[in-house]
């Protein structure tokens, strides 16, 4: 394995639809690619993971920020995904890369343990925090001030108020892997993009299985949004992750 600093893969397209389909960069807005199951992308030190660059052209590579994770080779439809077999561990860009006012971030994850959160910029402002048995709704800070914004699950909008226990119940709890996102996120006070690694005044991390992670720097279009939980669902085989009405249950994006 090699790092391909910067660019995207020009067989991105052709390796996962011949037929010349959807691809993340087909939206306008992508700012940031991270695909470990595309190995010109990775570099390894021995099996540790040192960074997994961005496949949009000129953006920031995710390094090490506590410990690394390794490759768990061929665990989703036979492609590469990042294995985080230690709480704590994490990667980051090690910079206010994004920094917008408005970011949307979609990416694949099977956890397989209690509590973890995702995304953290500080230990004030991180996104997508869970914890079994929880009966807080708190399920994001913005400068430490409580944040709802929507979260979908699969293509299904989770509902308001939902607690930290639920959204495990419905994504956690060794229930395999998911296709998640967010959209409306505040990033302006952001000083670092960190992967799940813990934060003061979250869940400590533990999502232990992370695949490919793309963000917008706007709120993704409904059918921007439902183009990508295509493009998740059959590269990867999860159409069946989908609901029966989306518009990509059973044809390709």
């Known amino acids: 394995r ?4 910067g660019g995207v893969h020009p067989m991105s397209r052709w390796l996962f639809f011949p037929s010349g389909g959807f691809v993340p960069s087909d939206v306008a807005s992508l700012v940031g690619w991270y695909d470990p199951s595309d190995s010109s992308t990775v570099t390894l030190s021995g099996s540790d993971v040192t960074a997994v660059s961005n496949k949009v052209s000129g953006g920031t590579s995710l390094t090490p920020s506590s410990g690394n994770p390794t490759i768990s080779s061929g665990a989703l439809n036979s492609l590469d995904v990042l294995y985080y077999g230690t709480q704590g561990v994490g990667m980051h860009t090690g910079a ?5 006012t408005d970011h949307s971030i979609m990416w694949l994850q099977d ?13 004030n402002n991180w996104v997508f925090g869970y914890l079994t048995g929880s009966t807080s709704t708190v399920l994001g800070r913005v400068n430490g001030t409580a944040i709802a914004i929507p979260i979908f699950v699969d293509a299904t909008a ?10 495990y119940n419905l994504m956690s709890n060794n229930t395999g892997w998911h296709i998640l996102g967010f959209t409306g996120l505040d990033m302006s006070n952001w000083t670092d993009f960190d992967v799940l690694r813990y934060a003061n005044d979250t869940p400590s991390s533990g999502w232990k299985n992370l695949g490919e992670i793309c963000i917008f720097d706007a709120t993704l279009s409904t059918s921007d949004r439902q183009k990508m939980e295509g493009y998740y669902a059959w590269k990867y085989a999860l159409t069946s992750n989908l609901p029966a009405s989306h518009p990509y249950k059973s044809t390709r994006p």
């Open 111 to 123: 956890p397989e343990d209690t509590n973890g959160v995702g995304f953290t910029g500080t230990s």
């Open 2 to 5: 090699c790092g391909l600093l």
């Open 96 to 100: 206010a890369t994004y920094t917008g």
């Open 158 to 167: 989770i509902p308001t108020g939902t607690t930290r226990g639920g959204l």
